[in-house]
């Protein structure tokens, strides 16, 4: 893993409690930690869980389930419990389908905010909003990539249809789109739904 610094501390964050975004990045060789998500990803690590695995596992899962959305003709996204920026980003990997594709990065973690506006305020159709998933009506009605002329449209809807192959493993999911890295073992399991 990467050597630690402590990144800058927004008003009001307890630094004494771990926070998932910042420690998922450290399981990537992220270097956006605290003392506290240090420990925590020292412990996780030292289990029989297999963090980092799992961690590269669900980043190629996001990969392959973005492009796959974004050659289907999506041209706008919205990323809830985004975490910190990891390479490729979601507006990376859509736009290199869809150059003018819209995103909207949703996170609760105000160390997550802040890093994420910092490094992806391009003010072209990107946008990262503080919300929580649990509180989805402010999410929806918030989110507005910058230099649009309306709000995304984020709809309830009435048919959802499974894609091929469905329900399954994560590194399962369409593999032959598999991207750099060496296939990966994992028991969580994944898939994307088209929603109409």
């Known amino acids: 893993m990467t050597t630690s610094r402590e990144p800058s501390v927004p008003d009001g964050v307890d630094i004494t ?5 910042r420690v998922f990045d450290y399981l990537l060789d ?19 869980l297999e963090p980092n695995r799992l961690a ?7 990969i392959r389930a973005v492009g796959f959305a974004a050659r289907s003709g999506v041209a ?15 507006h990376e990997i859509a736009r290199q389908v869809i150059p003018d594709a819209r995103v909207v ?7 997550v ?4 506006r910092a490094l992806l305020a391009t003010g072209d159709g990107i946008v990262t909003i503080q919300a929580d998933v649990r509180e989805p009506g402010r999410t ?16 309830a809807f009435s048919t959802v249809s499974r894609v091929e192959p ?17 296939p990966l073992q994992a028991t969580n399991l994944s898939g994307v739904a088209v929603l109409r």
């Open 56 to 62: 590269l596992v669900t980043r190629d899962f996001l």
């Open 30 to 48: 992220g270097k956006d930690k605290f003392a506290a998500d240090r420990a925590v990803t020292e412990k996780l690590t030292a289990s029989n």
């Open 113 to 116: 905010i802040a890093r994420n």
């Open 76 to 90: 706008q996204f919205l990323d809830l419990g985004s975490g910190l920026p990891a390479s490729p980003s979601v």
């Open 17 to 21: 409690r771990p926070g998932i975004g």
């Open 166 to 182: 469905g329900l399954v493993a994560m590194q399962d999911w369409r593999p032959a789109e598999t991207t750099d890295r060496s």
């Open 105 to 111: 990065y949703v996170d609760n973690d105000p160390v």
């Open 140 to 155: 929806g009605t918030t989110a507005r990539p910058s230099g649009s002329a309306r709000a995304p449209r984020f709809s």
